[in-house]
C-alpha cells in the first residue's frame, strides 16, 4: 500500500501555529496568575492569619500518583482532544500547607508521552518518548477557603495548584523518521515547564487520603510544535493515588459548632524556692598542690635557675603559688615536699640526690616566697618504684594523659605509646619490681629482661618523669565582705567560702545574670557539696532551665528541700497534677 502524504498549506500551518500560540499564552497567563493571587494574599494577610486558621491545615505529606495523560500536537487541535492518543506516567510529591489555605508541594514526575505527528500514525503501535519533570507548585485550598473557620478540615478537599519546573525528554529513537514533512527535534535535552491544574482527595483514614489530579501542563520540548511555529507541547495529565500525612493525626471536626478545648495544665508561676543557707565556714584552710621537674647537672643538688628548662619551670611553679597567694594577708600555714629520683643509679647516691634535690627546693621557695623554713617539711623517696610500677601496669596511659600525674605544662614532651616489646614484657617487669630485695640488684634483674630492650626504652622515656619533687603548701585565707566576694567570685573563686558565694548572690535582684552566676560557680567550686548543688539547681529553674536543674539537683541528696523542688518542677513541666495551698505546690498524684 502506498504511504499517503499529508500536505499542510501555508494558511493552516499559520492557523494551528495561531491555534497553539493562543492556548499556550492562556495557560501561562493563568499559571502567573494563580501565583500572584498566592503573593498577594500572603503579603495582605493579617499577622495573626496563621494562628487564626490552624484548624484544617495540612501537616507535611507525602504523596504517590499514577495515571493517564494525552499528548496535543498541530495535526490535532485542541477542539480535538478526544482523538489524542493516550499514554501513562507517575510522580512522587512532598509539600505541606504553610496555612489552612496557601500551601507548596514539590514533584518528581515521569511520563511516556505519545504523538501522531509519524508515519505510524493510522498504527495501533503510535509511537512515544519519555520526560522526566520537576516541578514546584504553589497550592490553594479550595474547600477551606469557602468554608468557616470552624467548619475546615473536612474529609472531602479540593485545591487548586499552579507551578513552574524543568523536564529532561529521552527515548527518541534515531531510526524512526518523525514527520511526513518535517525533520522535528529528537534530541534528548533539559527544557522548561509550567502547569496548572486541580485536585480531589478524600480522608479514608486519620493520615490516608485518596485522590485525583488533573492537570494540563506545557513544555518547550521543540517536538509537537515546531513545524507549526510554536515550539510548546501541551499534555493534560489525569492521576490516582494515595497521600500519606507524616504530622500529627488531625482532630475530626466539632458539629453544631462545639469547640475543641485544651487546658494546659502546666504550672506558670515560679513559687518560692527552697533555696538553703550555706554552713558558715570556721578557718578558711586552703591548699595548693603539684609536681616540680627540675634538672640538675648530673650528681648534684643545687637549682641553677638557668640550667637546661629550670627557667620555664621555675616559673610555672612561680605563677602557681603567686595565683594561690594573691592576697598579701593570707597566712601560710604548712608545707610539705617530697622528693623523688629514678632508680638507675646506687641506691646510696639516690638518697644523697633525693634529700639534697628536696632540701634546695625548700630553700628556694622559702627564700622567693619569704616562708618560714620552720613551717616546711621536706621528705625524700630514693626511688621512685610505685609510679614506674603504676606506668607498666597501666602500659603507659597512666602517664600518655596531658595534666595529670607526668604533666602540667605543655613543654615536657608527651611519652610516646609504649611499644610492643614492653608491653610483651609487663608481667616479667612487674614481678622483678615486686620483689623483696636490694633495690639495686632489683635494677640488675630488670636490666636483664627480655635482653635489656624495655629497660632501655623506660630509661629514656620513662625515668625522667621519675625525678621530680611534689609539694603542698597550705595557707589560711581570710573572710571577705559581700563586695569583694561580688568581685573575687569570678577571679578567684578558690578563695570564697559557700556561704560567701551565697551571700554574694543574694546581694543581685533574683533572676538577674549576677545572682545566677554566683549560684551556678558557687556548684561548680564545690562539686560535692549537695547545699551548693540544690542552690544551683533552684537558680536554673527560676531560670527555666530545667535540664541543668535536673544534673544539679541529681547531686543535691535526698531531703526535704530536694523532694519538695522535684514536685515543683513536675508541675511546671506538666508531669504531674498539682494544686497550691499556703503558696506552695502540692502533687496530687
Same mark, same amino acid.
Given at each position: 500500500?502506498?504511504?499517503?502524504?499529508?500536505?499542510?498549506?501555508?494558511?493552516?500551518?499559520?492557523?494551528?501555529?495561531?491555534?497553539?500560540?493562543?492556548?499556550?499564552?492562556?495557560?501561562?497567563?493563568?499559571?502567573?496568575?494563580?501565583?500572584?493571587? @498566592?503573593?498577594?494574599?500572603?503579603?495582605?494577610?493579617?499577622?495573626?492569619? @496563621?494562628?487564626?486558621?490552624?484548624?484544617?491545615?495540612?501537616?507535611?505529606?507525602?504523596?504517590?500518583?499514577?495515571?493517564?495523560?494525552?499528548?496535543?500536537?498541530?495535526?490535532?487541535?485542541?477542539?480535538?482532544?478526544?482523538?489524542?492518543?493516550?499514554?501513562?506516567?507517575?510522580?512522587?510529591?512532598?509539600?505541606?500547607?504553610?496555612?489552612?489555605?496557601?500551601?507548596?508541594?514539590?514533584?518528581?514526575?515521569?511520563?511516556?508521552?505519545?504523538?501522531?505527528?509519524?508515519?505510524? @500514525?493510522?498504527?495501533?503501535?503510535?509511537?512515544?518518548?519519555?520526560?522526566?519533570?520537576?516541578?514546584?507548585?504553589?497550592?490553594?485550598?479550595?474547600?477551606?477557603?469557602?468554608?468557616?473557620?470552624?467548619?475546615?478540615?473536612?474529609?472531602?478537599?479540593?485545591?487548586?495548584?499552579?507551578?513552574?519546573?524543568?523536564?529532561?525528554?529521552?527515548?527518541?529513537? #534515531?531510526?524512526?523518521?518523525?514527520?511526513?514533512?518535517?525533520?522535528?527535534?529528537?534530541?534528548?535535552?533539559?527544557?522548561?515547564?509550567?502547569?496548572?491544574?486541580?485536585?480531589?482527595?478524600?480522608?479514608?483514614?486519620?493520615?490516608?487520603?485518596?485522590?485525583?489530579?488533573?492537570?494540563?501542563?506545557?513544555?518547550?520540548?521543540?517536538?509537537?510544535?515546531?513545524?507549526?511555529?510554536? *515550539?510548546?507541547?501541551?499534555?493534560?495529565?489525569?492521576?490516582?493515588?494515595?497521600?500519606?500525612?507524616?504530622?500529627?493525626?488531625?482532630?475530626? *471536626?466539632?458539629?453544631?459548632?462545639?469547640?475543641?478545648?485544651?487546658?494546659?495544665?502546666?504550672?506558670?508561676?515560679?513559687?518560692?524556692?527552697?533555696?538553703?543557707?550555706?554552713?558558715?565556714?570556721?578557718?578558711?584552710?586552703?591548699?595548693?598542690?603539684?609536681?616540680?621537674?627540675?634538672?640538675?647537672?648530673?650528681?648534684?643538688?643545687?637549682?641553677?635557675?638557668?640550667?637546661?628548662?629550670?627557667?620555664?619551670?621555675?616559673?610555672?611553679?612561680?605563677?602557681?603559688?603567686?595565683?594561690?597567694?594573691?592576697?598579701?594577708?593570707?597566712?601560710?600555714?604548712?608545707?610539705?615536699?617530697?622528693?623523688?629520683?629514678?632508680?638507675?643509679?646506687?641506691?646510696?647516691?639516690?638518697?644523697?640526690?633525693?634529700?639534697?634535690?628536696?632540701?634546695?627546693?625548700?630553700?628556694?621557695?622559702?627564700?622567693?616566697?619569704?616562708?618560714?623554713?620552720?613551717?616546711? #617539711?621536706?621528705?625524700?623517696?630514693?626511688?621512685?618504684?610505685?609510679?614506674?610500677?603504676?606506668?607498666?601496669?597501666?602500659?603507659?596511659?597512666?602517664?600518655?594523659?596531658?595534666?595529670?600525674?607526668?604533666?602540667?605544662?605543655?613543654?615536657?614532651?608527651?611519652?610516646?605509646?609504649?611499644?610492643?616489646?614492653?608491653?610483651?614484657?609487663?608481667?616479667?617487669?612487674?614481678?622483678?619490681?615486686?620483689?623483696?630485695?636490694?633495690?639495686?640488684?632489683?635494677?640488675?634483674?630488670?636490666?636483664?629482661?627480655?635482653?635489656?630492650?624495655?629497660?632501655?626504652?623506660?630509661?629514656?622515656?620513662?625515668?625522667?618523669?621519675?625525678?621530680?619533687?611534689?609539694?603542698?603548701?597550705?595557707?589560711?585565707?581570710?573572710?571577705?565582705?559581700?563586695?569583694?566576694?561580688?568581685?573575687?567570685?569570678?577571679?578567684?573563686?578558690?578563695?570564697?567560702?559557700?556561704?560567701?558565694?551565697?551571700?554574694?548572690?543574694?546581694?543581685?535582684? #533574683?533572676?538577674?545574670?549576677?545572682?545566677?552566676?554566683?549560684?551556678?560557680?558557687?556548684?561548680?567550686?564545690?562539686? #560535692?557539696?549537695?547545699?551548693?548543688?540544690?542552690?544551683?539547681?533552684?537558680? @536554673?529553674?527560676?531560670?527555666?532551665?530545667?535540664?541543668?536543674?535536673?544534673?544539679?539537683?541529681?547531686?543535691?541528696?535526698?531531703?526535704?528541700?530536694?523532694?519538695?523542688?522535684?514536685?515543683?518542677?513536675?508541675?511546671?513541666?506538666?508531669?504531674?497534677?498539682?494544686?497550691?495551698?499556703?503558696?506552695?505546690?502540692?502533687?496530687?498524684?
Amino acid at each position: 500500500m502506498n504511504r499517503v502524504m499529508v500536505v499542510h498549506n501555508i494558511k493552516g500551518t499559520r492557523y494551528i501555529a495561531y491555534k497553539m500560540k493562543k492556548s499556550a499564552l492562556r495557560s501561562i497567563g493563568l499559571i502567573c496568575l494563580l501565583q500572584s493571587i @498566592c503573593f498577594l494574599h500572603l503579603y495582605a494577610a493579617p499577622a495573626d492569619s @496563621c494562628r487564626q486558621y490552624q484548624k484544617g491545615r495540612d501537616s507535611l505529606y507525602v504523596q504517590l500518583y499514577g495515571g493517564i495523560n494525552k499528548s496535543g500536537n498541530e495535526n490535532l487541535p485542541l477542539s480535538e482532544f478526544s482523538a489524542y492518543p493516550w499514554s501513562g506516567g507517575m510522580f512522587v510529591g512532598i509539600g505541606r500547607e504553610m496555612n489552612t489555605i496557601w500551601g507548596w508541594r514539590a514533584a518528581l514526575r515521569f511520563n511516556h508521552n505519545k504523538s501522531r505527528n509519524v508515519q505510524q @500514525c493510522e498504527s495501533d503501535d503510535t509511537w512515544g518518548w519519555n520526560s522526566l519533570s520537576l516541578f514546584a507548585d504553589a497550592t490553594f485550598d479550595l474547600t477551606d477557603a469557602f468554608s468557616r473557620p470552624e467548619k475546615r478540615g473536612r474529609k472531602f478537599n479540593a485545591k487548586l495548584f499552579a507551578g513552574v519546573g524543568v523536564a529532561y525528554t529521552f527515548g527518541f529513537p #534515531e531510526d524512526v523518521p518523525l514527520s511526513y514533512t518535517e525533520r522535528y527535534s529528537a534530541s534528548s535535552r533539559l527544557v522548561p515547564a509550567a502547569r496548572a491544574g486541580l485536585g480531589f482527595s478524600y480522608r479514608i483514614r486519620p493520615q490516608w487520603r485518596v485522590g485525583m489530579e488533573l492537570s494540563h501542563n506545557i513544555f518547550a520540548d521543540q517536538f509537537n510544535g515546531v513545524k507549526a511555529g510554536a *515550539p510548546i507541547d501541551m499534555r493534560t495529565n489525569l492521576k490516582v493515588g494515595i497521600t500519606y500525612r507524616l504530622g500529627k493525626t488531625p482532630k475530626s *471536626p466539632r458539629k453544631n459548632g462545639e469547640k475543641h478545648i485544651v487546658y494546659d495544665t502546666r504550672l506558670h508561676t515560679v513559687p518560692t524556692l527552697p533555696f538553703k543557707l550555706p554552713d558558715a565556714e570556721g578557718t578558711k584552710i586552703r591548699t595548693i598542690q603539684g609536681r616540680a621537674f627540675l634538672d640538675f647537672p648530673v650528681n648534684e643538688t643545687v637549682i641553677y635557675p638557668d640550667y637546661r628548662r629550670n627557667p620555664e619551670e621555675l616559673q610555672r611553679l612561680s605563677k602557681t603559688i603567686e595565683n594561690a597567694l594573691f592576697d598579701k594577708t593570707f597566712k601560710v600555714q604548712r608545707v610539705a615536699l617530697h622528693g623523688y629520683a629514678s632508680p638507675e643509679s646506687p641506691y646510696s647516691n639516690n638518697t644523697r640526690l633525693a634529700k639534697g634535690r628536696t632540701q634546695a627546693l625548700k630553700s628556694y621557695v622559702c627564700q622567693k616566697f619569704g616562708i618560714d623554713e620552720s613551717i616546711v #617539711e621536706a621528705h625524700y623517696t630514693p626511688e621512685d618504684w610505685n609510679n614506674l610500677r603504676t606506668f607498666i601496669e597501666t602500659r603507659g596511659e597512666s602517664r600518655r594523659v596531658k595534666g595529670n600525674i607526668w604533666y602540667e605544662r605543655e613543654g615536657i614532651v608527651e611519652t610516646p605509646v609504649m611499644p610492643q616489646y614492653v608491653i610483651d614484657s609487663r608481667k616479667e617487669l612487674l614481678d622483678v619490681i615486686d620483689l623483696d630485695m636490694d633495690p639495686d640488684e632489683k635494677e640488675a634483674v630488670l636490666k636483664k629482661v627480655d635482653g635489656g630492650r624495655p629497660y632501655t626504652w623506660l630509661l629514656q622515656h620513662v625515668y625522667p618523669g621519675l625525678r621530680h619533687t611534689d609539694y603542698i603548701i597550705e595557707y589560711e585565707v581570710r573572710r571577705y565582705p559581700v563586695k569583694e566576694a561580688c568581685r573575687l567570685i569570678y577571679t578567684h573563686p578558690e578563695a570564697l567560702s559557700l556561704e560567701e558565694m551565697y551571700l554574694a548572690a543574694q546581694s543581685y535582684e #533574683e533572676g538577674s545574670d549576677g545572682w545566677l552566676d554566683a549560684l551556678l560557680i558557687a556548684a561548680r567550686q564545690y562539686p #560535692e557539696n549537695e547545699t551548693a548543688n540544690l542552690n544551683a539547681a533552684c537558680g @536554673c529553674v527560676k531560670a527555666r532551665r530545667m535540664t541543668d536543674a535536673r544534673n544539679y539537683l541529681n547531686k543535691a541528696g535526698s531531703t526535704t528541700e530536694t523532694e519538695y523542688l522535684k514536685d515543683v518542677m513536675d508541675a511546671m513541666e506538666g508531669k504531674k497534677s498539682w494544686k497550691m495551698e499556703n503558696g506552695k505546690v502540692i502533687v496530687t498524684e
